[in-house]
C-alpha cells in the first residue's frame, strides 16, 4: 500500500465506517425501567441524556418500531441501536507472514492494529482485513483469528481457515491447555529482581470500578475498594536487561487472562512504562481505557502449539522484535 500523506508507510487512514446496528434484549431485572436508564447502565461510557438524544435521533427500535421518546420496558424486549457511521483511526495495514501452511497462518501482528472489532474500531480491524484481502485474491476460506492480542500489543498472531483448527487451537490457549506463550516487556523497575533471575507471579486478575467503562480488569486495589470478579492468573518474568531508562523482561504465561501480564506488572508494582491505565500503587488512570497505547508488550514465541494434534517443533513460531524495540530502555535514560 502506497504511504498516505502524513503517515508512514504501511497505514490505513482514518476513515468513516458505514455504521453499526447492536441487539439487547431486556433481562427480567431491568423490566420497569426507562430505556434511557437501561442502556446507560449497559453502555457507562455513555450518559442518560445521550440516550435520550438518541431516541430523538432515530437511533433506536423496541420490538422492531422506531423508538422517538423514552418508553418504560418489559423483559424479552429486542432493543436495536442504528448506530450512525463513525470515523475509525488510522491504522498500520501491513503485516509479517511468519507461517502459512493453507489452513494455519500465523502473523507478526504491528502494535497499533486491534484484531477483532470493539472499542470504536469495525472496519480497521486485522479480522477485516484479512477478510478482503481474501475476497481479493479468490480464497475460498478466511484466516480468522484464534486468539486476541491487544490493540498495542505486537508480535504473534495465530489465526486459522478451517473451523475445526481454530476449535482445536483455541483450547491450546485456554488456562488448561498446554501452550506456553513468551512475551518481551519494558517495565518500571523490578525490584524483586536481579538479572537473570526469575519470579512467578499467581495474584488473581480482579474486576475493579472505572468511571469511564463501569468495571475494568485489574490488579486487586491498593485498599477496601470493591471486586465484582477474580479469576486465577499464572506468569513468570524473567529479567533479561536492566537499563537506566528500565527493565527489559521476558514474561511467561500459561493462562490468558484479559490485560493478564500488564495486571501482573503493575500488581509486583513496575508497569509496564508508558502504560496509561495501570499505574503505581495498583491504581488505575481515571480517563483512559485498557484500548489506550504507550507501552512496549511483544508476543515473542509459542511453545508447545499443537499443530494437527502433535506438537511440531518446525514451526519455529517466533516474530521478530520491532524495530528499536530492544533499545527502548537505553533511549530512555
Not at 39 to 66: C, F, I, S, V
Not at 79 to 94: C, G, K, N, T
Not at 144 to 170: D, E, I, W, Y
Request: glycine residues 12%.
Amino acid at each position: 500500500m502506497a504511504a498516505v500523506e502524513g503517515l508512514p508507510a504501511g497505514w490505513r487512514s482514518a476513515a468513516f465506517n458505514e455504521g453499526w446496528t447492536y441487539q439487547d434484549q431486556i433481562r427480567p431485572q431491568e423490566a420497569g425501567a426507562l430505556l434511557s436508564v437501561v442502556m446507560a447502565g449497559r453502555y457507562p461510557h455513555t450518559g442518560q441524556g445521550q440516550w435520550l438524544q438518541r431516541l430523538a435521533d432515530g437511533e433506536l427500535q423496541r420490538n422492531g418500531k422506531a423508538l422517538q421518546a423514552d418508553v418504560v420496558l418489559a423483559a424479552g424486549d429486542q432493543i436495536h441501536w442504528h448506530r450512525p457511521p463513525w470515523l475509525e483511526p488510522a491504522v498500520p495495514d501491513q503485516w509479517q507472514v511468519l507461517h502459512d501452511d493453507g489452513d494455519l497462518l500465523v502473523l507478526n501482528k504491528p502494535s497499533g492494529l486491534p484484531v477483532m472489532p470493539g472499542g470504536g474500531f469495525l472496519r480497521h480491524t486485522l479480522t477485516t482485513l484479512l477478510e478482503q484481502a481474501s475476497r481479493e485474491s479468490g480464497e475460498s476460506m478466511v484466516p480468522k483469528p484464534v486468539h486476541r492480542l491487544g490493540r498495542f500489543t505486537s508480535g504473534l498472531q495465530v489465526c486459522a481457515r478451517r473451523p475445526q483448527t481454530r476449535a482445536l487451537l483455541s483450547a491450546q490457549f485456554r488456562p488448561e491447555g498446554r501452550c506456553r506463550k513468551v512475551y518481551q516487556a519494558w517495565t518500571a523497575p523490578v525490584a524483586q529482581l536481579q538479572p537473570g533471575q526469575r519470579l512467578p507471579i499467581s495474584t488473581d486478575v480482579v474486576e475493579r470500578s472505572h468511571p469511564l467503562l463501569g468495571w475494568v480488569w485489574g490488579p486487586e486495589p491498593p485498599g477496601e475498594e470493591p471486586v465484582r470478579r477474580r479469576l486465577s492468573a499464572h506468569s513468570e518474568v524473567h529479567l533479561l536487561e536492566r537499563t537506566d531508562g528500565g527493565d527489559r523482561l521476558e514474561v511467561s504465561i500459561t493462562t490468558g487472562r484479559p490485560h493478564q501480564i500488564r495486571i501482573h506488572l503493575a500488581q509486583l508494582g513496575s508497569p509496564l512504562l508508558g502504560d496509561p491505565l495501570y499505574l503505581p500503587g495498583r491504581c488505575l488512570a481515571a480517563t483512559s481505557t485498557p484500548g489506550d497505547g504507550g507501552y512496549r508488550l511483544h508476543a515473542w514465541r509459542l511453545e508447545e502449539l499443537l499443530a494437527g494434534g502433535q506438537v511440531d517443533a518446525s514451526l519455529g513460531l517466533e516474530a521478530p522484535l520491532p524495530q528499536g524495540f530492544a533499545q527502548y530502555g537505553t533511549q530512555l535514560s
